[in-house]
């Protein structure tokens, strides 16, 4: 108990003389990057422990998009101004300040420039493509801006668009910026989602859709998916290329030199006779055939893989029967 009482009393006389702190002053730090919110920086942005006047305003804000530097001459002024102790370790130190904002992005301005044209645009789908896509509109951080659009020309001859621009959130309203671009008429087209080789049929899934400005097609291309499926390309085709129809083709399902059945059917007879194709023929083709047994050429259908088809109508061609019957 003695030695707890006692210690009030050694504190007190260490206290009395000097050896004893009972608190040290925090020794303020300098902020070297800084993000205000607001449109002034205070002394408390860019020191910690700025005790009372951590509140004082000492420079007006950058500009939105902006920002600041303040260097070490300018920071002890304002430091000593305001009886903070400190002191930059060498005369390089600088600290630099920038406003919280955004950008106004190019794709609203867009937006509300076609919402502005309605229906002074092309009938159906169109693209509007700005000249610059930095706009350097901006506004405070986390708002949403009102993009305001006034003085709009439009050529539809040429597609050429022009207007001011202007963006408010809250109290701030951008300066106004001009903005020009050119509207294009866009035609969804089919197109390979990956390199098909010739011979290899096209199916659904290796087609998708793109926007194509119409401007950029000068000759025929194919405009639907059903014109590709079930063809075959001629060459090879690049992915996301349009494609013209005469690089395209029904599948060769039976080639020159193959050996083929001849078939001919009808309600009461049906002949079968081994041919060689003279030529290469695609599914439903009419192509000629050499009958290997008596060299007679027909002209017969492709019907399938290695299968011709005669046309059914009476007599039978006298070359099946005789080939049948030998």
Do not use: C
């Not at 040429?158 to 309203?173: F, P, Q």
């Amino acid at each position: 108990m003695t030695r707890i009482a006692a210690l009030p009393t050694l504190a007190a006389s260490l206290l009395a003389a000097g050896l004893l702190v009972t608190g040290v002053a925090a020794q303020p730090a300098l902020h070297t990057n800084v993000v205000v919110t607001g449109p002034s920086i205070r002394l408390g942005d860019l020191f910690s422990d700025a005790g009372p006047h951590a509140a004082v305003e000492v420079a007006p804000a950058p500009v939105l998009g902006g920002k600041t530097i303040l260097d070490a001459a300018w920071l002890v002024a304002r430091a000593h101004e305001q009886n903070l102790d400190w002191q930059p370790k060498s005369r390089y130190v600088q600290a630099t300040v920038e406003r919280a904002s955004q950008t106004v992005s190019s794709e609203a301005v867009v937006a509300e420039l076609k919402r502005e044209l309605g229906n002074r645009l092309p009938g159906g789908n169109s693209e509007l493509t700005l000249d610059t896509s930095d706009l350097r509109l901006f506004v405070p951080a986390g708002t949403t801006p009102t993009i305001m659009i006034d003085a709009l020309g439009y050529d539809a001859r040429s597609g050429r668009v022009s207007a001011y621009v202007t963006a408010s959130a809250g109290d701030v309203t951008t300066d106004r910026v001009r903005v020009t671009g050119r509207v294009r008429r866009m035609l969804d087209m089919p197109v390979l989602t990956r390199l098909i080789a010739p011979g290899e049929t096209i199916a659904a899934s290796d087609i998708e859709t793109i926007a194509v400005p119409a401007d950029r097609l000068t000759q025929s291309f194919v405009v639907a998916d059903a014109e590709l499926i079930g063809k075959t390309p001629k060459r090879s085709i690049r992915p996301g290329e349009p494609v013209r129809p005469s690089d395209i083709q029904t599948p060769i399902v039976i080639h020159k030199g193959d050996l083929v059945t001849v078939v001919l059917k009808s309600a009461a007879l049906l002949l079968t006779a081994q041919a060689k194709a003279l030529e290469d023929g695609t599914q439903g083709q009419a192509i000629r055939v050499s009958n290997t047994r008596s060299a007679k050429t027909l002209d017969a259908t492709v019907s399938g893989p290695g299968t011709v088809t005669l046309s059914v109508g009476p007599p039978a061609p006298a070359a099946l029967v005789a080939a049948h019957q030998e």
